[in-house]
């Protein structure tokens, strides 16, 4: 069955770094675009990034723009969040998401994760 499994989360200070990974198993990998989301308590679901199938295109939200990186690897089936200048109010769970459209629109992504926990000190 198709499973996206988030790990790397973790308690960081402000201006300090993480890299999230999800391993992504039961589907047709390389052909999905991959994507990042988040939601802080409280909040609403938040697009963070996300890339094309190839890994040629890539798209990010306004408030991680320049600060975070998303990557993939099709022969290992991983997409990856490097985050760095972190924030407190990157606080939040972190979820990987698939899909086969180019979109920042959480609700056209067809497999979700469980999402791994971040949390930034001040």
């Known amino acids: 069955q198709v499973q996206l499994v988030e790990s790397g989360g973790g308690l960081v200070q402000a201006g300090g770094s993480l890299r999230l990974s999800c391993a992504a198993s039961g589907f047709t990998f390389s052909i999905y675009t991959m994507g990042w989301f988040r939601q802080a308590s409280g909040k609403e679901r938040e697009f963070v990034a996300f890339?094309?199938?190839?890994?040629?295109?890539?798209a990010y939200g306004d408030s991680v723009k320049g600060r975070f990186t998303i990557s993939r690897d099709n022969t290992e089936n991983m997409v990856y969040l490097q985050m760095s200048g972190l924030k407190p109010e990157d606080t939040a769970v972190y979820y990987c998401a698939a899909n086969k459209r180019f979109s920042e629109n959480g609700a056209l992504y067809d497999h979700w994760g469980q999402g791994t926990q971040v949390t930034v000190s001040s």
């Open positions: 890339i094309s199938w190839s890994g040629g295109s890539t």
